[in-house]
C-alpha cells in the first residue's frame, strides 16, 4: 500500500528528504529521513525552505550541517502542526530521526565539554 502525502492526504508522488543534501549533486544527508509527499506539497516544501534560506546550506562544516538539517526538520515540524496534521515519521525514518537526535546531542556536548 502506498501511503498519502503526510501533509494533505492526497496521493504520495515520492519520498521528501526532510534533511536535504548539500548541494545539488551530493548524497542525501541521511537518505531515510523521508516522508511521503505529493508534487504540489513537495513544491511548497521547497517555497518554505527557500524562505528560511534552508534549501542549501550556507557552509559545510559538521556543525552548520547539523544545524541545517535540524532546522529543516523542525520546519516540516511545524508545517505539521500549523496544517493541523499530525507529526508522522515512517518506520525507516524513525531511526534515521533518532540517528540525526543523537549526533545533536553528541555535538552539543563537545561543545560544551560535557560526556555525552
Avoid at 543534501?21 to 508534487?39: A, E, K, N
Wanted: glycine residues 6%; contains cysteine.
Amino acid at each position: 500500500m502506498t501511503p498519502n502525502c503526510v501533509l494533505c492526504g492526497a496521493a504520495k508522488t515520492f519520498w521528501h528528504h526532510l534533511t536535504g543534501r548539500p548541494c545539488p549533486t551530493c548524497p542525501y544527508c541521511d537518505p531515510d529521513l523521508v516522508i511521503p509527499i505529493c508534487q504540489p506539497c513537495h513544491d511548497r516544501e521547497h517555497v518554505i525552505l527557500r524562505s528560511f534560506g534552508l534549501e542549501w546550506p550556507g557552509a559545510t562544516n559538521p556543525a552548520s550541517l547539523l544545524q541545517h538539517r535540524f532546522l529543516r526538520v523542525v520546519v516540516y515540524v511545524g508545517r505539521c502542526s500549523n496544517l493541523g496534521r499530525p507529526v508522522v515519521f515512517p518506520d525507516r525514518s524513525a531511526g534515521a530521526l533518532h540517528q540525526l537526535l543523537v549526533e545533536a546531542c553528541d555535538v552539543l556536548a563537545t561543545l560544551t565539554g560535557e560526556a555525552a
